[in-house]
C-alpha cells in the first residue's frame, strides 16, 4: 500500500482535498474499496462499494465501518490493521443477497494516523459458476453410473455362464443395448447443449411450414405414442409458416413431443396448436398428464433437472432436453415457457419471432 501512503501523509487541514483526491483515485478501481480511518469512520470509498453497502444509508463517508456493513470478522480484520499493522483476508456475505466478496484489508498512513483500507473482490459470479459445475458433476456422475452399473452387472452374469442360457441370454443382452443407447444419448445431449450455449451452434431463420414439421415429429414418434395409446393431435393449419430454422424447431417439437408422450397418462392425447400474436408467433404442446406443480415450474428448464427422477430413469430419457429446447428458443430471439394444472396436464409454448421482413 505504498503507493497511496503520499495521498494521505497530509496535514489535517487538507483532510477533505486529500478526500477528495483519494475518491478520484478510487474510481479507477475495479472493486469496491472502502478506506477508514482511526476511529473506524469511513474516510474514503468508491462508487463500487456505495452501490454495494450503502443501502438506504446514504453517503458511505463519515459512517462508522459497523453502522455500513455488519460482519464481526470483517471488523476484526480492520481492527488488526488499525492496532497491529497487520494485513488479513476475509471472506463476506452480504445478508439477503447472494453476493459474497473476497476481502483483503491492509494498514495505511492517513493524515499521518494510522488508517485501513479494504478491497473487496467480488465473487459471487464465480461462486455460482462453481456451484453450477459441482451440480453439473455430480448430476452427470450419477446419470453416467446408473446404466453402466446394468452394464457391467450383466456383462458379468453373461461371463458367468448364462451366455449359454438361450431363455435369458437374448433379454440380457437387449438390457445392455438399451443402457449403452442411453449413456449413447446422454453424451449427445451434453456434447449439443456444450456447443448451444458456447456459441458454436448457428441457426438459420427461414419460412418453414409448421404443419409439416409437426406431422413429420408425429411419424417418427408414432411407435411410442402406440405404446402407450397416446393420441396426436395437429391443430394447426396445413399452410402455417413460421420464420425458424426448420432443423432446430423439428429438433425443439421433438423434445417437447417425446417428453409429452412419456409423462403422459395412457390413451391420453398431445395437442399442437399455433397462435400468430405480435411480435412473436406462439407454438403450444399440450398433453393430458398429471401436470407438475407450482415449485417445480420454476426450475423444469434446468440442466438434469426432473420432477420425478425415479419415473424418468424408468421411461427414460438424459434430462437436458428441456434445458436444449430453452436454448434453441433464445438462439432464434425467442422463449419457451410453460403453464400446468395438477391432474389435468401441461402446456409448453415455444414463442418465434415472425418474419422481420
Known sequence: MSFLKNWFSKKPTETDQTRTTLNKLLKTMRESVIVVGEDTRIFASNQLAYDAFARQNGALEKKRLSEVIRDLNLHEAFRKALEENMLSDVELGIVGTDKKYDVRIAPIELDEKKGAIGIFYDISQIERLENVRQEFLSNISHELRTPLTSILAFVETLEDGAIEDEENNLRFLGVIRRNAERMHHLINDILELSSIESGKIMIEPKKSNLSNLI????MNLSNKAVERQIRFINEVPKNTIVFADAVRLEQMLTNLIDNAVKFNREGGSVTISYAPAMPNDVVSVTDTGEGISADHL???????????????????????GLAIVKHLARLHGGEISVTSTLGKGSTFSIELPQNPA
Do not use: H, K
Open 298 to 320: 420454476q426450475r423444469i428448464f434446468e440442466r438434469f433437472y426432473r420432477t420425478d427422477r425415479a419415473r424418468s430413469r424408468e421411461i427414460g430419457g438424459t434430462g437436458l
Open 215 to 218: 406431422e413429420e415429429v408425429f
